[in-house]
């Protein structure tokens, strides 16, 4: 089994410690967690927004009620017979103040120190007020403030989902749809310095986990978007890969690229977790690029990009990438993974004012302009100067694209635009 590494700083865990709290006029005792906090399920399927909890239960007669939680936007149940009816009674957590239960703050408490809009948890629930924590520190709110709070449905508090039907018993498969459970794909392109032409570029899927309890899984898949749908049964060769334990990878299934993760982990309540998927060795260059359309320009700066490439296949998924160097001169820079074929990728790093455009008009008739590239770096740079023209009273545009390796200092490129085309004089 992988570790997970809970990635908020300074958290108290309540599992195992007690820490005995002393509030004005009351002291109060921080519960450790229990094992009924954990909630355990069969698969996640993550997408960008959301997530599909797939688990299973075992029905030994019909009619049958499985809890599902209050907070589950869909419900989905395995269909086996025709004669199917399935119920979801609703169970309104309305104001219900029970331990556990979320709240949040509409208005500043500033004698705790609390701001407006903060999620809470209840603690303990007593004759004198609620006892809300934040996972680091409690502190009392009397009845006369509940007004202050905004109380949400608890996971401790359940719908029942009723199935109905003559079917045979048996392990059946169901699943709810939730909002607090997230996933999405980050790269690390690692590089000993800022002019390397290699690079490490590791793929890792995030899995965020909003609610308030841990939640443990023998597996998830991802697959990227935000569209409300769940794969009414697991493609085989995922589910082949899940029984073999044959590690995280990523593959198409359904024409959409996706990664599973069949290992079993436990994700943290309010926590990101960053699961490994591949690394990949690759070569890299530097890429400015310019795109001009034949108009005046003074200083502007170049598009700037890392061209990735590599002998074997690369990554599929675009993603968000941390381009990492933290060689004593530059630390990181966050950007956009995309492959755009095979063997070749990109890596968009913003503007660069290292290499500059300028263009103005060299003749009268308008038809001829003089561009001036200006390295300010102190290695030559390759650029692409793509150019596009639209003559006056013309549906159509004309275009090229100029590859110029840029030595340090000045370069002028003299152009002509007409009918008949583009051409550098």
Excluded at 149 to 155: E, I, K, R
Aim: overall charge negative.
């Amino acid at each position: 089994m992988r570790q997970t590494t809970r990635l908020q700083s300074g958290l108290i865990n309540l599992r195992t410690t007690l820490v005995l709290l002393c509030l004005t006029g009351l002291a109060g005792t921080v519960q450790a967690q229990s094992e009924d906090d954990q909630e355990r399920v069969h698969w996640l399927y993550l997408r960008d927004q959301e997530a599909w909890v797939e688990d299973t239960t075992e029905v030994r007669r019909y009619p049958a009620d499985i809890s599902v939680p209050s907070y589950a936007l869909g419900v989905w149940w395995e269909t086996l017979a025709d004669d199917l009816v399935v119920s979801r009674i609703r169970r309104d957590a309305g104001n219900s103040l029970e331990p556990g239960a979320r709240v949040r703050t509409n208005q500043a408490h500033p004698q705790h120190n609390v701001a407006a809009g903060r999620d809470l948890s209840i603690l303990q629930v007593l004759s004198t007020g609620l006892l809300l924590t934040d996972g680091e520190t409690a502190f009392l709110v009397s009845p006369d403030d509940y007004r202050t709070l905004s109380f949400a449905v608890s996971h401790a508090v359940s719908d029942s989902l009723r199935i109905e039907s003559e079917a045979d018993a048996g392990e059946r498969r169901f699943a709810w749809q939730t909002d607090q459970v997230q996933g999405s794909v980050h790269y690390d392109l690692d590089m000993a310095d800022s002019e390397s032409v290699t690079g490490h570029l590791r793929q890792r899927v995030r899995v965020t986990n909003g609610s308030d309890r841990d939640l443990s899984t023998r597996g998830f898949s991802y697959q990227p978007g935000a569209a409300r749908h769940f794969p009414m049964r697991r493609d085989q060769t995922l589910q082949a890969s899940a029984e073999a334990d044959s590690g995280a990878s990523e593959s198409v299934a359904g024409y959409q690229a996706i990664i599973t993760y069949p290992e079993s982990v436990v994700i943290p309540p309010k926590a990101d977790v960053w699961f490994p998927v591949s690394e990949q060795t690759l070569e890299l260059a530097h890429r400015f690029q310019f795109q001009w359309h034949f108009n005046p320009v003074q200083n502007r700066a170049a598009d700037w990009s890392l061209q990735l490439s590599s002998d074997t296949a690369l990554q599929r998924l675009g993603g968000e990438t941390s381009v990492s160097w933290f060689d004593g001169e530059l630390a990181s820079l966050n950007s956009q993974y995309q492959r755009y074929s095979e063997n070749r990728a990109v890596v968009n790093l913003g503007q660069n004012d290292q290499l500059t455009l300028s263009a103005r008009q060299s003749s009268e008739s308008g038809d001829t302009w003089m561009l001036t590239l200006y390295n300010h770096l102190e290695q030559a740079a390759d650029a692409s100067l793509n150019l596009v023209f639209r003559q006056p009273g013309m549906n159509q545009s004309l275009s090229r694209t100029l590859d110029l390796r840029i030595q340090p200092g000045e370069h002028q490129v003299t152009l002509r635009a007409g009918p008949s085309g583009i051409e550098e004089l």
